[in-house]
Antibody, heavy 120, light 111 residues
Framework: QVQLQESGPGLVKPSQTLSLTCTVSGGSISSGGYYWSWIRQHPGKGLEWIGYIYYSGSTYYNPSLKSRVTISVDTSKNQFSLKLSSVTAADTAVYYCAREYSSSSYLDYWGQGTLVTVSS | QSALTQPASVSGSPGQSITISCTGT?????????VSWYQQHPGKAPKLMIYDVSNRPSGVSNRFSGSKSGNTASLTISGLQAEDEADYYCSSYTSSSTPGVFGTGTKVTVL
């Protein structure tokens, strides 16, 4: 059973960089066939795809966030990470990591989510 | 890339059937059989309920079924139960420049 767990600060100051890590257990990031994704959900709102990474390091970002987002992977630790720069209050959200089946774009395993609040 | 359009809310009595629609375009829902549906209870992560339009993952009740016609996909919940009360989101692969696109979400209420 694949499990994903987000970790990182729950409070980030405006203009700083939000950094989160997703640790994968029960399966290898390097096994291929899946994208490793970040999705966020603003309080009381819908889901927004941030982007994803393949184990090889190939990335794909939402154009609305592309200038501020970096997703990276550490296969030795079976982790992938999200960095979002120059954050504002509008980036306050629950951030989820998830596994996406690459052939048809569905997210079959999700982390529990972590609330990140942007505030001074 | 605009979000897929879903009704804000749908309700039904226990035992009834309800259907949630998800309308997109030929660049997403209509162009590919890669529509998925997620159930989200308050404070919880979304859970995959349907993938590739009509397939159920192992462990998901057969009361949940999916279909698609043109640019609109649908999720039907039959034999509605109290535990089905949740938010539901559709999602689709898209040929636009985004990783994927979600629906606006539908709140299901069991009366």
């Amino acid at each position: 059973q694949v499990q994903l767990q987000e970790s990182g600060p729950g409070l980030v100051k405006p203009s700083q960089t939000l950094s989160l890590t997703c640790t994968v257990s029960g399966g290898s990031i390097s096994s291929g066939g899946y994208y490793w994704s970040w999705i966020r959900q603003h309080p009381g709102k819908g889901l927004e795809w941030i982007g994803y990474i393949y184990y090889s390091g190939s990335t794909y970002y939402n154009p609305s966030l592309k200038s501020r987002v970096t997703i990276s992977v550490d296969t030795s630790k079976n982790q992938f990470s999200l960095k979002l720069s120059s954050v504002t209050a509008a980036d306050t959200a629950v951030y989820y990591c998830a596994r996406e089946y690459s052939s048809s774009s569905y997210l079959d395993y999700w982390g529990q989510g972590t609330l990140v609040t942007v505030s001074s | 890339q605009s979000a897929l359009t879903q009704p804000a809310s749908v309700s039904g009595s226990p035992g009834q059937s309800i259907t949630i629609s998800c309308t997109g375009t030929s660049s997403d829902v209509g162009g590919y059989n890669y529509v998925s549906w997620y159930q989200q209870h308050p404070g919880k992560a979304p859970k995959l309920m349907i993938y590739d339009v009509s397939n159920r993952p192992s462990g998901v009740s057969n009361r949940f079924s999916g279909s698609k016609s043109g640019n609109t996909a649908s999720l039907t919940i039959s034999g509605l139960q109290a535990e089905d009360e949740a938010d539901y989101y559709c999602s689709s692969y898209t040929s636009s420049s985004t990783p994927g696109v979600f629906g606006t979400g539908t709140k299901v209420t069991v009366l």
